[in-house]
C-alpha cells in the first residue's frame, strides 16, 4: 500500500491542510472509507473477552464492528448481517451465548462466521447458506489490546506498532484490568481534535493545571512510521503526579495516554462531519484497579483536560465554518505531529485503490 509518503520535516514557512478539509462532506467521506477503512482500529484489551461468546462491539467512523472469542481465539466481523444488513450484536462487550443472531429476523452465525440458520426462510431454489458467512475482518493483538482491520491486505499490526512496542519497553500491560469508560463528544471535525491532540504548543494557553504537572518548555514531539511520541517531563515539584510523561498516538484516532499506574487508550471517533466522540478507556494495575478514590482522581484530571480541549476545538471549528481563514502555517519547533497526521491522511487518499 503506497500509503506512507516520505515528509520532509518542516523547517520553513508551510502551508497547513485548507479550511475545506474540516467542512467537506466528500472529503469526509473518502477518509472513512480510504483512512478508517485500511487502518488498525483499536477495538478493546483481551481482557474483556476472556469467556467463549465474549464479544466487544464498536462503531468507528461509520463502520459497526465486532470481536468475538472462540475455541481460544478472536474473530471479528462487520456487525451487518448478510440477510438485510440487521445488526448481530447491540451492546459495547456481554456474551452472545455461543452464535450471533441477527436482531433482524434472526438468521444465526457461529462465531467463525458461518451462516447456521436462516431463520424461518422457506424454500427457495439456489439459496445456499454458504454463500452467506459474515464479512470478517482482520484482527491482531499487541501486548494484550485487540485491534482490527478492515484491510485484508493491511501491513501486520506488530509493524505498524513497532516504534510504540519499542518505547514502551518493560512496562508490563498485560497485567492492566479494564475498570472505567467514559465518552465525551465534540462539536467538531474528528481531525481538529487530532491535530489538537498532536501539539503542545497550545498547553500552556488552554490547559493550566496540566501546566503545572508537566514541563511545557521541554516538550517533545517525534514520529516514528504510523506513531507519534510526545514527551514531557514531570516537574520536579509536581506532588502525586498522575502523568507518566509518555504520550503517543497511533495513526489514524488513537491515543495512548501513559499513567504511573496504567494507561487510557483514547479512541477519537468521527460521528459525523461536524462531531467526534471521544472513548476513553481506563486499563490499571490491578492495586489501583480497586482503589476507587485513585480512578476518580485519575479520570477527574483527564475530564478537566477534555473540557479544555473540547472549548479549544469547538472555537476552532466554528471559526472555521465562518469561511474567512482558508490556511495558516505550521510551527516548526511545536507541528511536526499535526503535519505528520496531514501528510499521512492526504497519503491515504491519494493512494491507488
Ligand atoms: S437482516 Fe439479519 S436476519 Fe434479516
Ligand atoms: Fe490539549
Redesign the pocket.
Same mark, same amino acid.
Given at each position: 500500500m503506497a500509503r506512507r509518503r516520505n515528509l520532509p520535516p518542516v523547517t520553513q514557512a508551510q502551508a497547513t491542510a485548507p479550511a475545506s478539509v474540516y467542512r467537506d462532506p466528500a472529503r469526509y467521506d473518502a477518509e472513512r472509507r480510504r483512512v478508517f477503512g485500511r487502518s488498525w482500529l483499536f477495538m478493546g484489551h483481551e481482557s474483556e473477552l476472556p469467556r467463549e461468546g465474549d464479544v466487544v462491539a464498536a462503531t468507528i467512523a461509520g463502520y459497526p464492528l465486532l470481536v468475538a472469542r472462540t475455541g481460544g481465539a478472536l474473530k471479528a466481523f462487520h456487525n451487518v448481517c448478510r440477510h438485510r444488513a440487521g445488526p448481530l450484536f447491540d451492546q459495547e462487550r456481554g456474551n452472545c451465548g455461543g452464535s450471533l443472531t441477527c436482531k433482524y429476523h434472526g438468521w444465526i452465525y457461529t462465531l467463525d462466521g458461518r451462516l447456521r440458520n436462516a431463520r424461518d426462510f422457506g424454500v427457495a431454489a439456489g439459496f445456499d447458506p454458504r454463500d452467506f458467512p459474515l464479512f470478517g475482518l482482520k484482527v491482531e493483538t499487541w501486548r494484550g489490546f485487540v485491534f482490527v482491520n478492515i484491510d485484508s491486505e493491511a501491513p501486520a499490526l506488530a509493524d505498524t506498532l513497532a516504534p510504540l512496542d519499542k518505547r514502551v519497553g518493560a512496562r508490563d500491560l498485560m497485567r492492566l484490568v479494564h475498570t472505567d469508560r467514559r465518552t465525551h463528544d465534540i462539536a467538531c471535525n474528528w481531525k481538529i481534535y487530532v491535530e489538537?491532540?498532536l501539539e503542545g504548543y497550545? /498547553?500552556p494557553l488552554?490547559?493550566q493545571g496540566?501546566s503545572a504537572e508537566v514541563d511545557a518548555l521541554k516538550y517533545e514531539v517525534h514520529v516514528e512510521g504510523e506513531v507519534c511520541f510526545h514527551y514531557a517531563p514531570v516537574k520536579a515539584a509536581a506532588d502525586n503526579a498522575i502523568y507518566d510523561g509518555l504520550w503517543a498516538f497511533a495513526q489514524p484516532h488513537l491515543g495512548i495516554n501513559v499513567y504511573g499506574d496504567g494507561l487510557m487508550m483514547e479512541r477519537m471517533l468521527p460521528i459525523g462531519l461536524n462531531l467526534t466522540r471521544l472513548v476513553y478507556d481506563y486499563y490499571l494495575v490491578p492495586e489501583i484497579a480497586d482503589d476507587e478514590r485513585e480512578r476518580h482522581r485519575i479520570m477527574a484530571m483527564s475530564g478537566t483536560?477534555t473540557a479544555?480541549?473540547r472549548w /479549544?476545538c469547538e472555537r476552532v471549528q466554528a471559526n472555521i465554518e465562518a469561511g474567512v481563514y482558508q490556511a495558516g502555517v505550521f510551527s516548526p519547533k511545536h507541528e511536526q505531529g499535526v503535519a505528520w497526521f496531514q501528510n499521512y491522511v492526504a497519503g491515504a487518499l491519494d493512494a491507488p485503490g
Amino acid at each position: 500500500m503506497a500509503r506512507r509518503r516520505n515528509l520532509p520535516p518542516v523547517t520553513q514557512a508551510q502551508a497547513t491542510a485548507p479550511a475545506s478539509v474540516y467542512r467537506d462532506p466528500a472529503r469526509y467521506d473518502a477518509e472513512r472509507r480510504r483512512v478508517f477503512g485500511r487502518s488498525w482500529l483499536f477495538m478493546g484489551h483481551e481482557s474483556e473477552l476472556p469467556r467463549e461468546g465474549d464479544v466487544v462491539a464498536a462503531t468507528i467512523a461509520g463502520y459497526p464492528l465486532l470481536v468475538a472469542r472462540t475455541g481460544g481465539a478472536l474473530k471479528a466481523f462487520h456487525n451487518v448481517c448478510r440477510h438485510r444488513a440487521g445488526p448481530l450484536f447491540d451492546q459495547e462487550r456481554g456474551n452472545c451465548g455461543g452464535s450471533l443472531t441477527c436482531k433482524y429476523h434472526g438468521w444465526i452465525y457461529t462465531l467463525d462466521g458461518r451462516l447456521r440458520n436462516a431463520r424461518d426462510f422457506g424454500v427457495a431454489a439456489g439459496f445456499d447458506p454458504r454463500d452467506f458467512p459474515l464479512f470478517g475482518l482482520k484482527v491482531e493483538t499487541w501486548r494484550g489490546f485487540v485491534f482490527v482491520n478492515i484491510d485484508s491486505e493491511a501491513p501486520a499490526l506488530a509493524d505498524t506498532l513497532a516504534p510504540l512496542d519499542k518505547r514502551v519497553g518493560a512496562r508490563d500491560l498485560m497485567r492492566l484490568v479494564h475498570t472505567d469508560r467514559r465518552t465525551h463528544d465534540i462539536a467538531c471535525n474528528w481531525k481538529i481534535y487530532v491535530e489538537n491532540y498532536l501539539e503542545g504548543y497550545h /498547553i500552556p494557553l488552554v490547559h493550566q493545571g496540566l501546566s503545572a504537572e508537566v514541563d511545557a518548555l521541554k516538550y517533545e514531539v517525534h514520529v516514528e512510521g504510523e506513531v507519534c511520541f510526545h514527551y514531557a517531563p514531570v516537574k520536579a515539584a509536581a506532588d502525586n503526579a498522575i502523568y507518566d510523561g509518555l504520550w503517543a498516538f497511533a495513526q489514524p484516532h488513537l491515543g495512548i495516554n501513559v499513567y504511573g499506574d496504567g494507561l487510557m487508550m483514547e479512541r477519537m471517533l468521527p460521528i459525523g462531519l461536524n462531531l467526534t466522540r471521544l472513548v476513553y478507556d481506563y486499563y490499571l494495575v490491578p492495586e489501583i484497579a480497586d482503589d476507587e478514590r485513585e480512578r476518580h482522581r485519575i479520570m477527574a484530571m483527564s475530564g478537566t483536560v477534555t473540557a479544555e480541549d473540547r472549548w /479549544i476545538c469547538e472555537r476552532v471549528q466554528a471559526n472555521i465554518e465562518a469561511g474567512v481563514y482558508q490556511a495558516g502555517v505550521f510551527s516548526p519547533k511545536h507541528e511536526q505531529g499535526v503535519a505528520w497526521f496531514q501528510n499521512y491522511v492526504a497519503g491515504a487518499l491519494d493512494a491507488p485503490g
